[in-house]
């Protein structure tokens, strides 16, 4: 019996020894930042030395306090819900319908939509940030397609004032009528609208209509602009979609690579007995993939709340900060202008509270509706 607990003592100290290496950088990456992050929280400290420096104290919750009462917290908390609700909701079906069709086979080059649709997800973020900035952006392609537009449409108007190609005559009526076809941005151009406009008619021969055409044209057609994107109800559809579009390829391979452990057999006969695509999907695939399915509503949970360098690309928190999510607000408090590292700490907490419940929630669903694996 002795001999037995030797072994027993010995291989309860071998295993310690694996294990401690594991645990001591667990304690200094995971539990110490987290602990330091608690204690920073609830204290008064301001900055410069940690150890040895200024004297730091606890201070309660005052900076928690602060928070909940800060408007911007609240619409930063909001910009992430909208991001958890798109990914939940958005890429997790997404990539799961994706992943099925490929998967069945049901399109041609099932490997090439497969790569397409994951390549954004290997794309820099910062890279995607700006092309995605650029492509809203007054020089970028929507920008030039909807100029365009506008182009067309005020010349067609145009052509209705000036009359038939190769001559139009001046008076005071077209000129008005120009006026109220170019609106309030057009007469802001001059001085005196009505006599400058109609002394630049005046300037062009019988056989310049062409020329007249295009300098109205520049002069006074709409130009688009992304602005509307900077109101508050709009300025996060653009971020929402550019996530949308990134990470759904993420989830397709996850699902698909799950797909493939589902023994084909089991889908054969239920096509046999008559099952068609829906219903392979609904009482196969699904339950199969329950686990799957709330393991990657966690990911995407988790990396919604810690988003930041795409929307800090794109917009930096956009003006007026509406397009600012706890992370961003988190950073701004932390590293811009008179750093407050206790409140950024308590915003840090917050949105771990944030991300453990809405885990636990999902675990709490999977449980209560959830297939088994």
């Known amino acids: 019996m002795s001999r037995m607990k030797r072994i027993d003592r010995e291989e309860g100290r071998a295993y310690a020894l694996m294990v401690l290496p594991a645990l001591v950088i667990y304690a200094l990456v995971m539990a110490f930042p987290i602990i330091l992050s608690v204690i920073l929280s609830v204290s008064n400290y301001s900055g410069g030395k940690m150890f040895g420096g200024e004297r730091w104290g606890f201070a309660g919750f005052s900076q928690y306090a602060r928070v909940l009462a800060d408007p911007f917290f609240w619409n930063a908390l909001r910009n992430n819900v909208y991001i958890v609700l798109v990914s939940v909701f958005g890429q997790l079906p997404l990539g799961f319908i994706f992943a099925y069709v490929i998967y069945r086979k049901l399109v041609k080059w099932p490997g090439f939509w497969q790569g397409v649709l994951y390549v954004p997800n290997i794309i820099s973020i910062i890279v995607v940030g700006l092309l995605w900035q650029t492509i809203f952006s007054p020089n970028g392609p929507i920008g030039e397609v909807m100029n365009g537009i506008y182009r067309n449409d005020f010349q067609l108007k ?216």
């Open 158 to 373: 145009l052509q209705l004032i000036l009359g038939p190609a190769g001559g139009f005559a001046v008076d005071d009526g077209m000129v008005a009528r120009l006026l109220e076809l170019a609106g309030s941005a057009g007469a802001d151009q001059f001085t005196d609208a009505p006599a400058e406009l109609k002394s630049l008619l005046l300037s062009y021969g019988p056989g310049q209509y062409g020329q007249v055409m295009d300098a109205l044209t520049n002069l006074f057609v709409q130009k688009w602009s992304p602005g509307f994107l900077n109101q508050p109800g709009v300025a996060m559809l653009p971020i929402l979609f550019v996530i949308l579009w990134m990470y759904t390829g993420m989830y397709l391979i996850l699902f698909l690579a799950n797909m493939q452990k589902i023994d084909s057999q089991v889908i054969e006969s239920a096509r046999i007995d008559g099952a068609h695509e829906g219903q392979v999907m609904r009482f196969i695939i699904l339950p199969s993939l329950s686990g799957t399915i709330v393991n990657a509503a966690i990911l995407a949970i988790a990396g919604s709340l810690s988003t930041f360098a795409l929307i800090f690309a794109m917009t930096g928190g956009g003006p007026g900060r509406i397009t600012e999510i706890l992370s961003i607000y988190m950073y701004n408090n932390a590293f811009l202008g008179r750093p407050n590292f206790p409140l950024a700490n308590a915003i840090a907490l917050i949105m771990v509270f944030i991300s453990f419940l809405l885990i636990l929630l999902t675990k709490a669903l999977e449980k209560r509706y959830g297939g088994k694996e």
